[in-house]
């Protein structure tokens, strides 16, 4: 669907029902068009207020409507809003209040708004911490108060059933209603507001005149026309020449090329429009995307003559789920299939008869196919705006035409390509900035992209210095026998192996596998973790070393069925490379057939003299949180608080079930954690199991402290904006069944995948801003509680914060706890000595959530629930 269809598709969603506000800017008429007008042959005529009839809905209330399509569902429509505008007129603050309460037209943010008591409190902005002067990724739009987005309901009479039609004959008049317009056959959006309520125009057509009626609805707020802001922005990358991938544009006429990879590298920008504390404002970061110079044909032809037999699976595991653009019309696909029984000589129907595809490319796109032999790729893509059993649409593709975008796995796994690549994509704060200048001035300085913006009455002001932020205080880490400060960068890794472990759990029963050829390994393993154990405050007992003759997956497997026992503590298996099969296989007998902590370690990973020692005490740290034990922590002065994390794995092949995770903490200290897994359908993110989840929590809480939590506050990683009232209406109340009256809930969602950059510095000298680092006004959202954190320390790049949305707050703790709450438990993902970007109990259900769902998969789900995980 078009630019337009979607921002017309969205409006007649949100204006299903009448909005009726007190202010009369806003005031939605009912529709007056069965009117006898006595029309002469002038082009067209205004009819004031006064002399429309006021009977309509006595006249529409007495009809018997037969709901269909097209104009009888019209009627009926107008007939329902009719009756709720008589049922409303009388009181005007009754009018306010059943508007904030019912009106489907308001947006999914609002929606959240009200069916959450405690979701925007008096006080949202915090106080804690030294204030700093920091910049953003933001350019202010200024509004002209003449125009706006002016709502209008078009009639034709006699009745014209094409919509092609409709705009035919409407676009006869641009010149008197503005020149600007977004028009879907019934519904009209001008930025200008009309003279007359009312306004009609005659149109010819062959021997007969069409009526055209024109009434004014109502003016769109801002929430309701950001779409449309957005697809403005889109229309003016495209006048700049830049080509959209998914959401982001970029600039094909400046690539970077990697030349011994073959690969180009392009600029661009992704931009977002949205309504924020400060005004409305337009998010612009740097963005980059990856593109391959050979065809998908040539990596077919390289797999057929590295692996001839299982050319077929091979093709389908490295295509499928990748994202492939055709340069003839700078369009991207996502390969869905591979079609080996279809070729290029292959027929498919149009209008005027089948016709093959190597004669349509040449056909239409002067393009001759070489081989015509090759392989199709099929793109599947949902139709938008249809019911769910609508047929989606199929593209097929032709390899030779096709290139592959993006980082693909043997991409990844070259460390030094990944260098030479960062180069291009990992872009300093000063760069970040000197690309926005040059996007505010680009769009400046182009008439077409100009004249876009001032149609509809935005223009873009320079403003994005001078943001006031906060910068907390630094934290104490606490271990065993002493405390040390994490100071300004927020690191203690070299506090982390030369203090003893918060709580140790010594090693006494254990199991080290390992194949025949890596015994020099499994023996340097061995020493080491006998040198650095005991500054951690660990014993160790020797293990039972168990040397394999094959390197196969079933020694590997028959090894470990054959060994565990009750009392074994860990089982260690030195792999002699990484193989993801064998991983998976090892993961499913310790994780579902015999439950026992594990740890695969990669035997090149031991080969290394120089380093192995500092690879051997985070293995050390790793086994020791895996076999229940506490590395630090920090100071959370909460009592009788159970802190939860909840995440989602989709299959990025789109061929595997979704998997959530949630965990729970058991103690005071946070540092010990009930978990569970449940599988969903397919590219599900909304959690469907978490009231047993929950109350099973709840239950081991109980038998470890005595009693239930006061309060619970669970932080929700991955729901994207459009999920939020979803997430509030589904999500929510499946913890509040289970707390009742009894257990305070607060609920927060966490965002990572955003695209705010915060700076700090001023003038040309921009840089990262330190951990602890808080924003919780201008550039939050205008009617929601929320607030950015930045609780990394980057070197190199720009920092990403995190996006905090506090949903409910039912135990009031207000923003300054929440704030600080959220950045202490970012020290406590015990996998790294540090801070994380996000709170710690989200990541331990991230973690588990891909286990399951990348090595685990389905028939272990259920034995995963009834066990405690300590990440």
């Known amino acids: 669907m078009s630019g337009r269809g979607n921002l017309l598709n969205l409006f007649n969603k949100k204006t299903r029902s009448s909005e009726i506000s007190s202010s009369s800017e806003y005031y939605e008429n009912d529709s007056r068009f069965d009117i006898d007008h006595s029309t002469s042959s002038g082009e067209f005529h205004r009819l004031p207020k006064d002399n429309i009839g006021s009977d309509l809905s006595k006249t529409i209330k007495n009809m018997d409507i037969s709901v269909g399509r097209g104009r ?69 739009l200024k509004t002209d108060e003449n125009k706006g987005v002016y709502q209008y309901e078009v009639r034709f009479f006699p009745a014209v059933d094409s919509v092609h039609l409709r705009i035919k004959y409407l676009n006869e008049h641009m010149d008197k209603i503005g020149g600007t317009k977004t028009f879907d056959g019934e519904r009209l959006y001008l930025p200008i507001l009309l003279e007359n309520q009312m306004t009609v125009f005659v149109s010819k057509s062959m021997d007969t005149e069409v009526e055209i009626r024109i009434l004014f609805k109502k003016k769109e707020p801002f929430k309701n026309c950001l779409h449309l802001y957005n697809i403005l922005f889109d229309r003016i ?49 740097v963005s980059h995307r990856i593109l391959c110079q050979r065809t998908v044909l040539d990596m077919l032809i390289d797999i057929y003559q590295k692996n001839i037999n299982s050319f077929q699976d091979l093709v389908k595991k490295t295509l499928i789920g990748n994202i492939v653009i055709t340069r003839y019309n700078n369009r991207t696909y996502k390969i869905s299939e591979v079609c080996f029984d279809e070729s290029p000589q292959s027929t498919f129907h149009t209008k005027t008869g089948p016709i093959s595809y190597v004669q349509y490319y040449t056909k239409y796109h002067n393009i001759n196919i070489k081989d015509i032999n090759q392989p199709l790729l099929l793109s599947i893509k949902k139709a938008r705006g249809t019911p769910e059993d609508t047929e989606n649409i199929e593209f097929r593709l032709v390899p030779e035409l096709c290139y592959l975008t993006g980082l693909r796995d043997e991409i990844r796994s070259d460390n030094k390509l990944m260098r030479e690549i960062a180069t291009y994509t990992r872009v300093t704060p000063n760069q970040r900035k000197l690309a926005l200048d040059k996007f505010y001035d680009n769009v400046s300085n182009t008439p077409a992209a100009r004249e876009i913006l001032d149609r509809w009455g935005l223009a873009l002001v320079r403003n994005f210095n001078n943001l006031k932020g906060r910068q907390l205080d630094s934290e104490k880490i606490y271990f065993g026998k002493k405390v040390v400060t994490a100071g300004q960068n927020a690191e203690f890794s070299k506090d982390a192996v030369k203090n003893e472990m918060l709580e140790a759990i010594h090693l006494n029963n254990w199991i080290i596998i390992h194949y025949k050829t890596d015994l020099r390994a499994a023996i340097s393993l061995l020493d080491n973790m006998k040198q650095c154990c005991r500054p951690l405050g660990m014993n160790i007992s020797k293990p039972k070393i168990i040397s394999l003759d094959h390197d196969r997956i079933d020694a590997f497997i028959d090894a470990l069925r054959r060994n565990i026992v009750m009392e074994t503590q860990i089982i260690v298996c030195i792999c002699p490379n990484s193989r993801d099969d064998r991983y998976s296989a090892i993961k ?93 359908t397919k590219s599900e993110e909304i959690v469907n199991g978490l009231t047993s989840s929950f109350e099973a929590a709840l239950n081991i809480y ?32 499946q913890f509040a069944s289970i707390c009742d009256n009894r257990i305070k809930l607060t609920f927060i969602v966490v965002q990572k995948r955003i695209n705010t950059r915060i700076f700090s510095g001023s003038a040309n000298q921009f840089d990262n801003p330190l951990p602890g680092t808080l924003v919780d006004e201008h550039i ?62 989200c990541m331990y259900a991230h973690k588990l959530a891909y286990l399951i769902g990348q090595s685990i998969q389905r028939n272990v789900a259920d034995s995963l629930s009834e066990k405690l995980f300590y990440l």
Not at 94 to 100: N, P, V
Not at 241 to 249: E, G, L, T
Request: proline share 5%; net charge positive; hydrophobic share 35%.
């Open 588 to 680: 499913k007998i310790c994780c579902s057939e015999l439950p026992v902590p594990s740890q695969v370690i990669n035997a090149k990973t031991l080969c290394n003299e120089t380093k192995n020692r500092s690879v051997v005490q985070k293995i050390l740290l790793q086994m020791n949180c895996k076999m229940g034990g506490s590395l630090w922590t920090v100071k959370i002065p909460f009592k009788s608080v159970m802190i939860c994390g909840i995440d989602s794995y989709h299959d990025p092949s789109n061929r595997g079930n979704s998997v959530a995770a949630f965990v729970a903490s058991l103690n005071a200290s946070y540092t010990q954690w009930y978990s569970k897994a449940v599988i969903q």
């Open 702 to 733: 109980k038998k470890r402290n005595g009693s239930l939590p006061e309060s619970v506050i669970v932080y929700r990683d991955g729901v994207g904006d459009g999920q939020l009232s979803t997430c509030s209406r589904y999500e929510i109340p």
């Open 72 to 140: 009888a569902q019209l009627m009926q429509t107008f007939k329902s809003n009719e009756t709720t505008l008589g049922e409303r007129k009388d009181d005007t603050s009754s009018i306010q209040s059943k508007d904030t309460t019912n009106d489907e037209s308001t947006s999914s943010l609002e929606n959240i708004k009200v069916h959450n008591d405690g979701f925007f409190p008096n006080v949202v902005h915090g106080s804690k911490g030294s204030s700093v002067i920091l910049s953003c990724n933001y350019i202010g």
């Open 780 to 841: 939050t959202r205008a009617h929601m509680y929320d607030f950015f954190l930045v609780s990394q320390l980057v070197r190199q790049g720009t920092v990403s914060p995190t996006h905090f949305i506090v949903l409910q707050d039912d135990a009031k703790y207000g923003p300054d706890i929440i704030q600080k709450l959220s950045y202490k438990l970012c020290f406590l993902y015990y996998n790294w000595s540090g801070t994380i970007r996000i709170p710690a109990c």
């Open 237 to 285: 990358m495209k006048t700049l020449n830049y080509v959209r991938f998914d959401r982001k544009q970029f600039d094909p006429s400046r690539p970077k090329i990697i030349p011994q990879a073959k690969l180009e590298v392009w600029p661009g920008y992704v931009t977002a429009v949205n309504e924020l504390e400060g005004g409305l404002m337009l998010c612009c970061d």
